[in-house]
């Protein structure tokens, strides 16, 4: 006889448990370098650490410099905020519609692999907020982490619209500063999933059946498939 029992409440919460880690992640590539990546269009679909870990070495090869634009917490609830001005990332629609930034909704701890192959170090973080002086920039980097200074009392959206201005006028003078491909990552390092506390009622067994065949039994989230 066998016996399978898959128990989808404790799959379930694998599931709910790991999504702090998926995090959205848009590239900006101006130059046209990554035009032969192709993103799946399905808002569902997860991209593997495998698989971003591959773009990354691609962008590596054919970059001259990469920015890594960096929120503490991002989701997709950020990109579809809006208020009374409409969406704060005006910068980053255009240059979705012009398909000069590619958006993965869905990637598997993207900043954490961000880091492994982007050695962070003091020389090459910068903390920048608006109006700041970005001649510090300048100096010869083949990549960099920008952080941003945010103020208090904004609304997201206010933020977030700070954060669309920053990142184009950090692209552009890294764009103006070296002769070859500037490539540029916006991510975060969390996704601030509000995360329920389960509650487990145990499920008492369900004797063999002494019958042949397939018999499914269905108690709550536990499914007993025997034969």
Do not use: C, W
Not at 51 to 77: L, W
Request: charged share 25%.
């Amino acid at each position: 006889m066998l016996i399978f029992v898959i128990l989808l409440s404790s799959l379930s919460f694998q599931t709910v448990v790991s999504d702090k880690d998926i995090i959205p992640v848009f590239l900006i590539d101006e130059s046209g370098v990554m035009d032969d990546l192709y993103i799946e269009p399905n808002p569902f679909f997860k991209i593997s650490t495998a698989f971003f870990a591959d773009v990354i070495h691609d962008v590596i090869k054919k970059a001259e410099v990469v920015i890594i634009f960096v929120e503490d917490q991002f989701s997709t609830e950020d990109i579809s905020t809006k208020d009374s001005l409409g969406t704060p990332y005006r910068n980053m629609q255009e240059g979705l519609i012009e398909k000069k930034v590619k958006y993965f909704p869905k990637v598997i701890e993207p900043y954490k692999l961000l880091n492994q192959m982007f050695q962070p170090h003091q020389s090459n973080v910068f903390y920048v907020s608006s109006g700041m002086d970005l001649i510090m920039l300048e100096k010869r980097l083949r990549h960099l982490y920008i952080f941003f200074r945010d103020g208090k009392n904004e609304t997201r959206a206010e933020v977030l619209r700070r954060h669309d201005l920053i990142m184009r006028e950090v692209y552009m003078v890294m764009r103006d500063t070296v002769d070859g491909p500037v490539v540029a990552f916006y991510t975060g390092k969390m996704n601030p999933v509000l995360i329920d506390k389960l509650d487990f009622v145990p499920i008492a067994p369900i004797p063999d059946s002494k019958f042949p065949g397939v018999t499914v039994v269905t108690d709550g989230a536990l499914f007993r498939f025997v034969g």
